[in-house]
T-cell receptor, first 113, second 115 residues
Framework: DQQVKQNSPSLSVQEGRISILNCDYT??????FLWYKKYPAEGPTFLIS?????DKNEDGRFTVFLNKSAKHLSLHIVPSQPGDSAVYFC????????????FGTGTRLKVLA | GAVVSQHPSWVICKSGTSVKIECRSL??????MFWYRQFPKQSLMLMAT?????????EQGVEKDKFLINHASLTLSTLTVTSAHPEDSSFYIC???????????FGNGTRLTVT
């Protein structure tokens, strides 16, 4: 049962344009959402997060949008840069005795120069 | 801040031997650490939650006798893959939180190859 889904395994975007990565979830208990960036043979790096009480959080070129009614979140990167090329994972969590973080399957972003 | 160090970064071992992977939180105390496993082109799969001073909580389908987890202090958790087999070859990543509702911070992972 995949509680967090990233339906696009890959995405290619031209440098300077906007990259939009999507994530859907099924568990309405999730109340904190995160995006991570991962290069091969490295651990994921935290990018940005959003609490369920918000619908938008922005940090520099990265903005995360949360639509609770649709159980959908997205990561916008603008402008996209070649160094953004990586695999992006969304994750969700809620407290149930402990925080358990569930990850999506990842989207490979390729930014073309 | 919030640095997680994992060691070794890669290891090759023979089938039947055991391998220990260490995960340390360098600048914060972590009462809880998490161990993930990633297969090629797949998501991060949570294996177990490591709790300082108590037994780890394993996810369904993860053999607790095969993947021994010890969380002896607030800054160190270890994962020991016992009697390793080639199918245990994978990328193992640990992570920890710096308290409350905060992001997970990951180590750089350990690439295990069992021959």
């Amino acid at each position: 049962d995949q509680q967090v889904k990233q339906n696009s395994p890959s995405l290619s975007v031209q440098e300077g344009r906007i990259s939009i990565l999507n994530c859907d979830y099924t568990n309405s208990m999730f109340d904190y959402f995160l995006w991570y960036k991962k290069y091969p043979a490295e651990g994921p790096t935290f990018l940005i997060s959003i609490s369920s009480i918000k619908d938008k959080n922005e940090d520099g070129r990265f903005t995360v949008f949360l639509n609770k009614s649709a159980k959908h979140l997205s990561l916008h990167i603008v402008p996209s840069q070649p160094g953004d090329s990586a695999v992006y994972f969304c994750a969700a969590t809620y407290y149930s005795g402990t925080y358990k973080y569930i990850f999506g399957t990842g989207t490979r972003l390729k930014v073309l120069a | 801040g919030a640095v997680v160090s994992q060691h070794p970064s890669w290891v090759i071992c023979k089938s039947g031997t055991s391998v220990k992977i260490e995960c340390r939180s360098l600048d914060f105390q972590a009462t809880t650490m998490f161990w993930y496993r990633q297969f090629p082109k797949q998501s991060l799969m949570l294996m177990a939650t490591s709790n300082e001073g108590s037994k780890a909580t394993y996810e369904q389908g993860v053999e607790k006798d095969k993947f021994l987890i010890n969380h002896a202090s607030l800054t160190l958790s270890t994962l020991t893959v016992t009697s390793a087999h080639p199918e245990d070859s994978s990328f193992y990543i640990c992570s920890a939180r710096d308290g409350g509702e905060s992001p997970l911070h990951f180590g750089n992972g350990t690439r295990l190859t069992v021959t």
